[in-house]
């Protein structure tokens, strides 16, 4: 399986719900920087204890959380996913963000941390950088 495709079912088990599926691909020590960290500056999520912290967060929020990926690009040993997310409030109201997240992936096809971000050219500079250091 490619990193593009390991990417993938990243995103289909985040939307599953599947936290042990997640936890599995991570390296133990895989770091999490979500959307709510670029739209409001906080900490990285780390480890299985801190991707637990997230979902658990998120499930907190009251909102529902849906990304809507239109590309998925694989650069070295990172991957460039373009799209957006949908947030649906308890009160029903939807609002849509375009976003991006990178993926650094380990040599064992683990994922070795993400980050999302509103800025399409930002992401893309990161997600090239494995290339242009190689």
Avoid: C
Avoid at 90 to 103: C, I, N, Q, S, Y
Avoid at 117 to 131: F, N, Q, V
Wanted: hydrophobic share 40%.
């Amino acid at each position: 399986m490619n990193l593009a495709e390991r990417t993938e079912t990243l995103l289909i088990a985040y939307q599953a719900g599947d936290l042990e599926t997640l936890i599995g691909m991570a390296e133990p020590d895989v770091r999490l920087a979500p959307l709510t960290t670029e739209l409001q500056p906080g900490p990285e999520y780390i480890g299985p204890e801190g991707l637990k912290r997230w979902v658990r967060e998120l499930a907190e929020s009251g909102r529902e959380y849906q990304p809507a990926v239109t590309g998925i690009e694989q650069h070295g040993q990172r991957v460039l996913v373009t799209g957006s997310v949908y947030v649906s409030s308890p009160g029903g109201a939807l609002e849509r963000t375009d976003a991006a997240w990178v993926f650094a992936f380990a040599e064992d096809g683990r994922v070795r941390w993400m980050r999302a971000y509103l800025d399409l050219d930002a992401a893309r500079s990161e997600a090239l950088a494995d290339e242009r250091d190689a």
